[in-house]
């Protein structure tokens, strides 16, 4: 790629940044008929028509809530169409990456008055995706942890913060965070936005198994056990451990129900049998223990194996 082809793909990146992929096509528009067999020319058109089009789908929708998620949803449409490519161009992948979060951010921010906490908790948290996205972890720290004050205990939340520790290199506190957040409810959590090494790796290897969807989400929290990622524990209030009983009872009648039983509850059962494991250990309750391995080892002998081993 000669000198002049290299800047005004530069110039073509810097539109497409500042979420601009009209003019950042017609730049290309003009080199590419100098570089008809660009690898990179080619993708980075390809990127732009995507993003043109599914801009100018936005253009009607006036309320910015709304315009912030068409955003989003035509990232996660934007991750698909780039897998059905044969190749991909990550400058441009990053170019487009910052240039949509951007957009969504300045949605968002303008709904910062909002005075409803669940409602405002959201807006926090997408604006913390944003600014994960855009590399501003404090920033996003700051939504996050604000957005958890409002509205404690949501694992979407909980999920995100995790990812900013790990992205900020303190996996202590990211794997418990991550922990607790697949604990409290696994399908609120879109691992699509995760971003982190630490859970990439565990969602990947445990995707390798032939899981998705749900049960994909229902998996991560056993694999991430049994694989010594989520190895941070914390203790549990008697009043949680009160509720973990009762929620693990409720289950069981389930699984023992072939009209209700379903191949989700398996994971999730696996999942709080090991969270009670942890609370027997602190107490001592051997008894306990060994009842619960034993259900385990019912369950799946795969998974019993590797946890006691």
Known sequence: MDIQ????????????????PDEAKKVLDTILMYNLE?????????YCLFWSDALLRLSD????????????????????FIRQQQETYENAVYAACRGV?????????????ERIPAQKAEILRKCGICYKKLGEFDNAKM???????????????????ADC?????????????FREAFFLDFKKIDLVFLDSELIRCLIEKTAEKGYS??????????????????????????????????????????????????????PRLINMYFWLIDYCQ????????NETLLKIKILDTTVYNLYVK
């Open 165 to 177: 520790y790990a992205l900020c290199g303190d996996d202590k506190a990211a794997k418990v965070l």
């Open 282 to 289: 602190a107490q001592n309750d051997s008894k306990l223990i």
């Open 213 to 266: 969807g749900e049960l994909l989400n229902a998996w991560i929290p056993v694999y991430g056990v049994l694989w010594g990622v989520f190895n941070m524990k914390r203790n549990m209030k008697s009043q949680e451990i009160g509720r973990l009983k009762q929620e693990i009872y409720a289950l069981e009648n389930e699984q023992k129900d072939p009209s209700r039983a379903t191949e989700i509850l398996t």
């Open 61 to 80: 929708i006036e309320d910015s809530y709304e315009r912030g998620e068409r955003l989003l949803a035509e990232w996660k449409n934007f991750l698909d």
């Open 101 to 113: 979060f951007r957009l969504a951010l300045y949605n968002y921010t303008r709904l910062l008055d």
């Open 5 to 20: 082809t290299e800047k005004g793909l530069r110039e073509a990146l810097s539109y497409l940044e500042s979420g601009n």
């Open 143 to 161: 939504c996050l942890s604000e957005a958890n004050s409002l509205t404690a205990g949501q694992a979407a939340v909980i999920a995100e913060l």
């Open 38 to 46: 660009s690898k990179e020319l080619i993708l980075s058109g390809k």
